[in-house]
């Protein structure tokens, strides 16, 4: 397959953090473009758009959309537009309809639409899917805390409306769930606490259910100190613990499973065999389950949060 030629559009910390290295590493893709109103980068075409770059003369196969999930549809359906193939940070839309409208305009076109779930590619995800199969599954516990002001310095979309708040790394630990165990998913009750003077929670408890196995969730973007990514998935075997995002397996038994991140890396990899076979991949549950909680969620007022 010849190279991608593609463009990334939105250039802040997890564009510089994961998608130009994992890019970078892979022979699949030349990176020919950047569009970003705020930054620059050397050595390739610079849009202060998508509409610039889309209308330049650079020529493109496909683009990597790095912005914030409000305002992505439009970016999404003018590359689709442009026949070009759609790679979506996660979550890959503000709204289910947004997504499933994009899904369905790429079909129409004949592109690849690739709604992203990086935490996916996580080292022990799929040893602990495989792992899983075939066994009882009695209870799963989800912990995932970490710091706002250290992940997201300064970034006060996070916590407008559409900005998903502490579910934003929240869906990581869905993504992860609804992956290992595949049985139907809904939720059955949350609650979500949302800081004063802001539109997104800080704060959140899921109680689930996969199939008819209890899942409990608990959210929290104010821990400081060591960060908390932990599923726990308790089984007629024992417990699975999967750590550290996903990156740390432990099994029964079994000394602990750990591998260095290579996320993105797979993420790219994966969209280059979608576009090579034609297929696009658009899995909506977690951001389903983040919809429903806000729907049902019993909501409380916090304490204003300041950065």
């Avoid at 109680?207 to 932990?230: C, H, I, Y």
Wanted: overall charge negative; aromatic content about 6%.
């Amino acid at each position: 397959m010849k190279r991608l030629r593609i463009g990334l559009v939105g250039l802040g910390k997890i564009a510089r953090d994961q998608h130009l290295p994992a890019l970078a590493a892979n022979p699949d893709y030349d990176l020919v473009a950047i569009a970003s109103r705020n930054a620059t980068l050397d050595t390739v075409a610079n849009f202060p758009t998508i509409e610039a770059m889309l209308g330049g003369d650079v020529a493109l196969d496909a683009v990597s959309l790095c912005t914030p999930p409000r305002g992505r549809f439009d970016q999404a359906r003018m590359a689709i537009g442009a026949g070009l193939h759609v790679m979506m940070e996660k979550p890959p839309a503000a709204t289910i309809s947004e997504a499933v409208a994009l899904a369905d305009m790429a079909k129409a076109k004949g592109v690849v639409l690739f709604a992203t779930w990086h935490s996916r590619e996580a080292a022990g995800v799929e040893p602990a899917r495989a792992w899983l199969a075939g066994r009882q599954i009695d209870a799963v516990r989800i912990a995932w805390r970490e710091d706002i002001r250290r992940w997201h310095p300064g970034q006060d979309w996070i916590l407008e409306a559409g900005g998903f708040g502490v579910f934003d790394p929240g869906i990581n630990a869905l993504s992860i769930a609804t992956r290992i165990l595949p049985e139907p998913w809904r939720v059955d009750n949350a609650t979500i606490t949302v800081p004063a003077g802001r539109q997104g929670p800080l704060k959140a408890t899921l109680a689930m259910l996969a199939g008819a196995v209890p899942v409990s969730a608990e959210f929290d973007f104010l821990q400081t100190g060591p960060q908390t990514w932990d599923i726990e998935v308790d089984t007629d075997a024992g417990t699975l613990v999967l750590s550290m995002g996903g990156s740390i397996l432990r099994l029964p038994g079994e000394q602990p499973r750990k591998a260095a991140d290579a996320e993105y890396p797979g993420l790219y990899s994966r969209f280059a065999e979608l576009v090579a076979t034609g297929k696009s991949d658009v899995d909506l549950r977690p951001l389903q389950l983040v919809a429903d909680a806000f729907l049902i969620a019993e909501r409380t007022t916090g304490d204003a949060f300041e950065w």
